[in-house]
């Protein structure tokens, strides 16, 4: 029998928490508890308005913190929530084989660099973000290069991530994993159409369904497809826009204000519905409604909502 690893899983980025990062973690912390391991999930509360919140979520052991506490103020809560991790894990540091993380230039981050400096645990990263090849692109190698200091080893879900985590920068390409994405192939499949979700939209069957499960964040490219839904709506008058998701990062980074405003602007509202995050669990009701999925991306790492976009018989149109 496999000897039983304890993992921590740190990631801020997790159910219920719609994105790609959060159902990455919770698929691989549910899978290695199946295969005998411990893994403890150090996340941000989504929950309930606990400063610290336990939670069982099939066998995975998760703790979460309260992000922001209005009384002190965003960035002084971010500070709160570094030092609360930083605590956690220099108490359980003997407890822990090894720590995961899946941050890049954020919390994570900073707590990974202090707790490698002090204790040199053992840790893996998953490179998850197009942030990555950005940076890289630029020739950020010094910036980058304090950042390759923390891993003792990384794992890259696309072959460019995984190149470019070991060229023109100070880490081993021998120290790096090609790890494809993947999707939980029982849960996403072709099924019928969900008619209680189409009557709670006010849809019907007849209705052309364009979904987006993607995250407000520039990058990904939500303004382009709203300023298409005019020309679309023009052409083809019964079609809907399905927009799954919303942003919790740095301002500078959000699209969300444009592309509410440009849908009030023009008068949109009857054809664009805005669900916010919705659980990974229940997407797939959406791809069985949904006609088409696009994914109007400026760059990408690898999309795992085209992966269950395509694993649900749904077509994607990508840029």
């Given at each position: 029998?496999?000897?039983?690893?304890?993992?921590?899983?740190?990631?801020?980025?997790?159910?219920?928490?719609?994105?790609?990062?959060?159902?990455?973690?919770?698929?691989?912390?549910?899978?290695?508890?199946?295969?005998?391991?411990?893994?403890?999930?150090?996340?941000?509360?989504?929950?309930?308005?606990?400063?610290?919140?336990?939670?069982?979520?099939?066998?995975?052991?998760?703790?979460?913190?309260?992000?922001?506490?209005?009384?002190?103020?965003?960035?002084?809560?971010?500070l709160i929530i570094i030092f609360v991790l930083l605590y956690h894990l220099a108490k359980n540091k003997k407890r822990y084989d090894l720590i995961h993380w899946h941050g890049f230039k954020g919390i994570?981050?900073?707590?990974?660099?202090?707790?490698?400096?002090?204790?040199?645990?053992?840790?893996?990263?998953?490179?998850?973000?197009?942030?990555?090849?950005?940076?890289?692109?630029?020739?950020?190698?010094?910036?980058?290069?304090?950042?390759?200091?923390?891993?003792?080893?990384?794992?890259?879900?696309?072959?460019?991530?995984?190149?470019?985590?070991?060229?023109?920068?100070?880490?081993?390409?021998?120290?790096?994993?090609?790890?494809?994405?993947?999707?939980?192939?029982?849960?996403?499949?072709?099924?019928?159409?969900?008619?209680?979700?189409?009557?709670?939209?006010?849809?019907?069957?007849?209705?052309?369904?364009?979904?987006?499960?993607?995250?407000?964040?520039?990058?990904?490219?939500?303004?382009?497809?709203?300023?298409?839904?005019?020309?679309?709506?023009?052409?083809?008058?019964?079609?809907?826009?399905?927009?799954?998701?919303?942003?919790?990062?740095?301002?500078?980074?959000?699209?969300?204000?444009?592309?509410?405003?440009?849908?009030?602007?023009?008068?949109?509202?009857?054809?664009?519905?805005?669900?916010?995050?919705?659980?990974?669990?229940?997407?797939?009701?959406?791809?069985?409604?949904?006609?088409?999925?696009?994914?109007?991306?400026?760059?990408?790492?690898?999309?795992?909502?085209?992966?269950?976009?395509?694993?649900?018989?749904?077509?994607?149109?990508?840029?």
């Amino acid at each position: 029998m496999k000897n039983k690893l304890h993992i921590c899983m740190l990631s801020l980025d997790f159910i219920p928490n719609s994105g790609g990062v959060a159902a990455h973690v919770y698929e691989l912390s549910k899978n290695l508890v199946k295969n005998g391991n411990s893994i403890t999930v150090l996340t941000i509360n989504r929950w309930n308005n606990n400063f610290i919140y336990k939670k069982n979520i099939e066998g995975i052991n998760v703790i979460s913190f309260l992000r922001n506490i209005e009384f002190f103020g965003k960035i002084f809560s971010g500070l709160i929530i570094i030092f609360v991790l930083l605590y956690h894990l220099a108490k359980n540091k003997k407890r822990y084989d090894l720590i995961h993380w899946h941050g890049f230039k954020g919390i994570e981050t900073v707590v990974m660099e202090i707790i490698k400096f002090i204790f040199d645990v053992k840790n893996v990263w998953t490179n998850h973000t197009s942030h990555y090849i950005q940076a890289h692109s630029k020739k950020k190698f010094s910036e980058l290069n304090r950042l390759l200091k923390i891993p003792d080893w990384i794992i890259a879900p696309s072959k460019e991530l995984a190149i470019k985590s070991a060229k023109n920068v100070n880490f081993e390409e021998n120290m790096v994993s090609y790890v494809f994405n993947g999707v939980d192939v029982n849960k996403f499949k072709p099924k019928d159409k969900n008619k209680n979700l189409l009557y709670d939209l006010d849809l019907n069957e007849k209705t052309k369904i364009i979904i987006s499960t993607r995250r407000f964040e520039k990058k990904n490219g939500l303004r382009y497809l709203v300023k298409a839904i005019p020309k679309v709506i023009k052409a083809f008058p019964e079609s809907r826009f399905i927009i799954i998701g919303d942003f919790e990062g740095p301002i500078e980074l959000s699209d969300k204000n444009y592309i509410i405003n440009y849908v009030k602007k023009y008068q949109l509202n009857n054809n664009v519905i805005f669900t916010g995050n919705i659980l990974n669990e229940n997407l797939v009701d959406y791809y069985s409604i949904a006609d088409l999925t696009v994914l109007p991306s400026l760059i990408e790492a690898v999309s795992i909502s085209g992966l269950e976009s395509i694993a649900c018989g749904v077509p994607i149109v990508g840029s």
